[in-house]
DNA sequence: CGGGGCTCCTGTGCGC
DNA sequence: TGCGCACAGGAGCCCC
C-alpha cells in the first residue's frame, strides 16, 4: 500500500498526537506482525515507555521508544500493502493496540497482514535498511551519482525504480506516475536513458513525491493517514490504474502490462 | 546481474 | 448462487 508520501504524511499526522505520551496498556491482536524480539519482551519494553520522536527511512517508519527504565528502543514499522496507522479511539479491527496516557490510542491495523514490527536496539543494523538505496527527496541523492548508478544496471527502469537498493521509498504508483511525466517506458533497460531522460526522471521523481505528500497521499483501496482517512492523490493520477482509458496528453489508450509480478501502466506513444 | 515464480496474507470483483 | 482465477500502494527467497 503505502509508498514514501503515504508513509511521510502519517509520520507528520502522528508526530503531533503521540509524542511523549505513556504507553499505559498494550494489546497484541496478531502475533506474527512481531518480527523482533519475542512477544513478552516486545511487551515489556514497550509497557510504560513513551515514544520521544518519529521519523522515516523510505517506506520504513520509526519511532524512538523511550522505555520505563529509560533504555532506548527503536519500534521500526513497515506497513508492506495494507498496513495503516490511526490515532483515536479504540480500533476492535487493530493488529496491535497501544493505549496512551490521554485514553487514546495508537491502533495498527493491517488486513493482510503482510505488515512487520519490530523493537530493536539499533534500527541502522536491520538489513533492510542497511541495504537501502538514497532517500529521493534527501539534498544528498544527487544527479550525477543517479545517472551514474542508472548507467550501470541492464534491467528494466520501472522494475529498478521499485528496488528498495536502488532507490528508497518509490513504490508501483509512483514509479509509474514518474514515468508518464518523463515520457519515458517502463520497458526500457535503464543502461539506454539519455542523459537528459535521466535529468527529466530525477525531477519527476521528486515533483511527484512531494505532490503526493501535499496532498497526503493516495488512497487507491486501504491507505489511511495518521487520523484514518483517505489521502487526495489518486483523482490526480494520470496512469497508475488507467488501463484502456484515453492518456491526457494525447487521447491514446494506457496500456497494462505485468512487469516483474507488478501491474504496469503507461502510454505506449507518450512513453518511449 | 536479471528475471520469473512462489510465498507470506485477506479480500474483492469478474467471467463462466 | 457458486467457483476459480486475477489482482491489490510490498518484498524476500530460490532457481535458472
Same mark, same amino acid.
Given at each position: 500500500?503505502?509508498?514514501?508520501?503515504?508513509?511521510?504524511?502519517?509520520?507528520?499526522?502522528?508526530?503531533?498526537?503521540?509524542?511523549?505520551?505513556?504507553?499505559?496498556?498494550?494489546?497484541?491482536?496478531?502475533?506474527?506482525?512481531?518480527?523482533?524480539?519475542?512477544?513478552?519482551?516486545?511487551?515489556?519494553?514497550?509497557?510504560?515507555?513513551?515514544?520521544?520522536?518519529?521519523?522515516?527511512?523510505?517506506?520504513?517508519?520509526?519511532?524512538?521508544?523511550?522505555?520505563?527504565?529509560?533504555?532506548?528502543?527503536?519500534?521500526?514499522?513497515?506497513?508492506?500493502?495494507?498496513?495503516? *496507522?490511526?490515532? !483515536?479511539?479504540?480500533?476492535?479491527?487493530?493488529?496491535?493496540? *497501544?493505549?496512551?496516557?490521554?485514553?487514546?490510542?495508537?491502533?495498527?491495523?493491517?488486513?493482510?497482514?503482510?505488515?512487520?514490527?519490530?523493537?530493536?536496539?539499533?534500527?541502522?543494523?536491520?538489513?533492510?535498511?542497511?541495504?537501502?538505496?538514497?532517500?529521493?527527496?534527501?539534498?544528498?541523492?544527487?544527479?550525477?551519482?543517479?545517472?551514474?548508478?542508472?548507467?550501470?544496471?541492464?534491467?528494466?527502469?520501472?522494475?529498478? *525504480?521499485?528496488?528498495?537498493?536502488?532507490?528508497?521509498?518509490?513504490?508501483?504508483?509512483?514509479?509509474?506516475?514518474?514515468?508518464?511525466?518523463?515520457?519515458?517506458?517502463?520497458?526500457?533497460?535503464?543502461?539506454?536513458?539519455?542523459?537528459?531522460?535521466?535529468?527529466?526522471?530525477?525531477?519527476?521523481?521528486?515533483?511527484?513525491?512531494?505532490?503526493?505528500?501535499?496532498?497526503?497521499?493516495?488512497?487507491?483501496?486501504?491507505?489511511?493517514? !495518521?487520523?484514518?482517512?483517505?489521502?487526495?492523490?489518486?483523482?490526480?493520477?494520470?496512469?497508475?490504474?488507467?488501463?484502456?482509458?484515453?492518456?491526457?496528453?494525447?487521447?491514446?489508450?494506457?496500456?497494462?502490462?505485468?512487469? !516483474?509480478?507488478? !501491474?504496469?501502466?503507461?502510454?505506449?506513444?507518450?512513453?518511449?
Amino acid at each position: 500500500m503505502p509508498e514514501l508520501p503515504e508513509v511521510e504524511t502519517i509520520k507528520r499526522d502522528l508526530e503531533r498526537v503521540i509524542i511523549k505520551k505513556r504507553i499505559t496498556e498494550i494489546q497484541i491482536n496478531r502475533k506474527n506482525i512481531i518480527k523482533a524480539p519475542g512477544l513478552k519482551k516486545f511487551k515489556s519494553l514497550l509497557l510504560n515507555g513513551r515514544c520521544m520522536r518519529i521519523f522515516r527511512r523510505g517506506k520504513l517508519l520509526i519511532l524512538e521508544i523511550k522505555t520505563a527504565d529509560n533504555q532506548k528502543y527503536f519500534l521500526t514499522i513497515h506497513l508492506r500493502m495494507s498496513g495503516q *496507522l490511526v490515532f !483515536g479511539r479504540k480500533d476492535p479491527c487493530s493488529r496491535l493496540s *497501544l493505549r496512551l496516557s490521554d485514553n487514546n490510542y495508537l491502533s495498527y491495523k493491517d488486513q493482510r497482514a503482510l505488515g512487520e514490527l519490530r523493537l530493536v536496539k539499533d534500527w541502522q543494523q536491520l538489513n533492510i535498511v542497511k541495504s537501502m538505496g538514497p532517500e529521493p527527496l534527501d539534498k544528498k541523492f544527487s544527479l550525477p551519482e543517479f545517472t551514474r548508478r542508472l548507467q550501470e544496471r541492464k534491467s528494466k527502469i520501472k522494475p529498478l *525504480l521499485l528496488d528498495q537498493t536502488f532507490i528508497a521509498g518509490i513504490g508501483n504508483i509512483y514509479a509509474a506516475e514518474a514515468l508518464f511525466y518523463s515520457g519515458i517506458s517502463p520497458l526500457r533497460r535503464a543502461v539506454t536513458l539519455s542523459k537528459k531522460e535521466i535529468q527529466l526522471l530525477y525531477k519527476n521523481i521528486k515533483k511527484v513525491l512531494q505532490k503526493a505528500i501535499q496532498y497526503r497521499g493516495s488512497s487507491f483501496s486501504d491507505y489511511r493517514d !495518521g487520523r484514518g482517512r483517505r489521502g487526495n492523490f489518486a483523482q490526480h493520477f494520470s496512469v497508475y490504474g488507467r488501463a484502456g482509458r484515453a492518456c491526457f496528453r494525447c487521447r491514446g489508450k494506457i496500456n497494462r502490462v505485468v512487469l !516483474g509480478g507488478r !501491474g504496469t501502466y503507461f502510454c505506449a506513444k507518450c512513453q518511449k
